[in-house]
């Protein structure tokens, strides 16, 4: 009788090759979060807190025509009312610098560079400590849902470096 292999065994799960494409996958994805930071980061340089209320207010009118007493709109409006310039410039160079660096960190990896590895695990484990920070004061679920990213994103860039150094080391001896 034929033999056949369980594809979907731990071994096969978790091979070399489902890691490393799981691990491109993870990169394409944190990298295009990047890009719409840096993105972000730029435009938001240039918005005036007034510009800001008046677009919040025409997208919340439609909400408070059907729902009088909408939390988010409120909290939304509320928020607008009360930034400063100073706190878009903030949130805009924020934004920029955070994208810029996860980007750069990314094409290391990327291009296989293994002093990357290490300062990737480093900065984003950074970021998870100062996302979590933040949780406590806005309880965002997208801090979680990226805080569960990176923390995936780690895991795989350890995987990663062990499977690159044990593959130079195997080139080396040869």
């Given at each position: 009788?034929?033999?056949?292999?369980?594809?979907?065994?731990?071994?096969?799960?978790?091979?070399?090759?489902?890691?490393?494409?799981?691990?491109?996958?993870?990169?394409?994805?944190?990298?295009?979060?990047?890009?719409?930071?840096?993105?972000?980061?730029?435009?938001?340089?240039?918005?005036?807190?007034?510009?800001?209320?008046?677009?919040?207010?025409?997208?919340?009118?439609?909400?408070?025509?059907?729902?009088?007493?909408?939390?988010?709109?409120?909290?939304?409006?509320?928020?607008?009312?009360?930034?400063?310039?100073?706190?878009?410039?903030?949130?805009?160079?924020?934004?920029?610098?955070?994208?810029?660096?996860?980007?750069?960190?990314?094409?290391?990896?990327?291009?296989?560079?293994?002093?990357?590895?290490?300062?990737?695990?480093?900065?984003?484990?950074?970021?998870?400590?100062?996302?979590?920070?933040?949780?406590?004061?806005?309880?965002?679920?997208?801090?979680?849902?990226?805080t569960i990213l990176d923390v995936f994103v780690i895991a795989l860039t350890l995987l990663e470096y062990?499977?690159?150094?044990?593959?130079?080391?195997?080139?080396?001896?040869?």
């Amino acid at each position: 009788m034929l033999k056949m292999k369980n594809r979907f065994s731990s071994k096969n799960l978790f091979g070399e090759k489902n890691v490393h494409a799981v691990f491109e996958l993870s990169l394409l994805l944190k990298a295009s979060l990047a890009m719409m930071e840096i993105i972000a980061g730029v435009l938001t340089y240039f918005v005036t807190p007034q510009f800001l209320l008046n677009t919040l207010h025409r997208i919340t009118q439609v909400n408070f025509i059907e729902s009088r007493g909408d939390i988010i709109a409120n909290y939304l409006l509320h928020a607008a009312q009360h930034l400063s310039i100073s706190s878009l410039h903030f949130a805009a160079s924020y934004l920029f610098i955070h994208g810029a660096i996860k980007l750069w960190i990314i094409i290391g990896l990327w291009r296989k560079k293994l002093g990357y590895y290490p300062v990737a695990v480093a900065v984003f484990s950074l970021f998870i400590v100062y996302q979590l920070y933040r949780y406590t004061f806005t309880h965002s679920l997208l801090l979680i849902l990226i805080t569960i990213l990176d923390v995936f994103v780690i895991a795989l860039t350890l995987l990663e470096y062990r499977r690159l150094r044990h593959e130079e080391k195997t080139c080396s001896e040869n």
